[in-house]
């Protein structure tokens, strides 16, 4: 369990740490932003695949159903349909599961995918336009995706991207941005933004990495 300072302390360090790197941070966010739309650009051959395994789940139910009416013409015995019907549900599962795979990467479509990631530009921009020790509980709830905590590390997952915007099935991968080593010198320089500050003594350096 961490402590309120320590998770208030170190969340002064983290934004002003990412403020203070604002122009790289951004870039770094536009260029995944950038290639969202080139992914979905390659899923055309994804939707190829998908539509190519519809196809073949058709004609196996098809196929199926056929050798129902087969076997209640008495035309094939009935062990003769039981193998017969074994091996297509088998098939129709394999090829179904193939389809719900694919889905997961059927993408938002390009031209809805540029309108939202112009827009989120703009958000993000927004985003980190504050000062230096405008930290308050709202930006660590909108901004802060998760927190991890370690024997000896804490990790902080920002969330300036909306996964929901860019990718609704697929997690994107995070990049590690800043690692950082909070000391006696930090809880005396924000104690200007938190009097509490001044009755803490960090015996060990707090290592914290932020990630985006």
Known sequence: MITEWKL?????????????????IIDTINELLDKSIKSAESNKDINSELEMYKRRLEDLQKKSKKLLDTFLNELISQEDFANKKKEYDEEIVKT??????LKKDDDIPV????????????IILNNFNYKSGDMSDEMVESFVNKIIISNDLIEWHMDFISDKIINKKREREEILIAELAITDDDAINYSQYWEEFKRITIKEPIKVAIFI
Not at 8 to 24: G, M
Not at 111 to 122: A, N, S
């Open 96 to 101: 179904q599961n193939m389809i719900n795979e």
């Open 8 to 24: 208030k302390l170190i969340a002064y360090v983290v934004f002003d740490r990412i403020l203070s790197e604002r122009e790289q």
């Open 111 to 122: 031209q809805t995918l540029e309108e939202k990631i112009k827009e989120l530009k703009g």
